[in-house]
């Protein structure tokens, strides 16, 4: 048995409503949403008797997205939103985009802001990371040439 691709990347979420917004301004599309609870949900993540809003956004090529959760049950316990990105753990997801600027015009209309600055890596790609709603984590590349 050999790996096929990356489904999606889990993010939880307070508002499900801000962050489909932002993924969809950013070229994601909302493919469904449920709400997700039942002993069986409860064994794969460990956490009994969970109630879950989730929402999934689909890259527009169909290949991979990002899986928005929201806990409704039971709380939730930490919040690392605002770590560093040199905290352990995952960091974010990054984007190829077309045009930076644009994305990142569109991008700050959801309370969208670049971390610290656009910078070039060679003559290869403009780079920069997003702090979007919850301060949700995301890294943009637009290449050059």
């Not at 508002?15 to 609870?37: C, H, K, P, V, Y």
């Not at 984007?95 to 070039?120: C, I, N, Y």
């Amino acid at each position: 048995m050999t790996l096929q691709r990356m489904d999606n990347v889990g993010i939880v979420v307070e508002s499900l409503d801000a962050a489909i917004a932002f993924f969809t301004e950013l070229g994601l599309e909302l493919e469904g949403r449920m709400t997700i609870d039942g002993e069986w949900s409860g064994r794969v993540t460990g956490l009994r008797g969970q109630r879950v809003e989730v929402a999934m956004m689909r890259m527009p090529d169909g290949h991979g997205g990002i899986e928005l959760s929201r806990f409704v049950t039971p709380p939730v316990t930490a919040d690392h939103r605002d770590a560093p990105v040199n905290a352990l753990g995952y960091l974010r997801v990054m984007f190829a985009v077309s045009d930076l600027d644009d994305t990142l015009a569109r991008l700050q209309k959801h309370g969208a802001h670049v971390v610290d600055e656009v910078v070039q890596f060679e003559n290869v790609y403009r780079l920069c990371y997003v702090r979007g709603p919850e301060s949700i984590l995301i890294g943009l590349a637009e290449r050059i040439g």
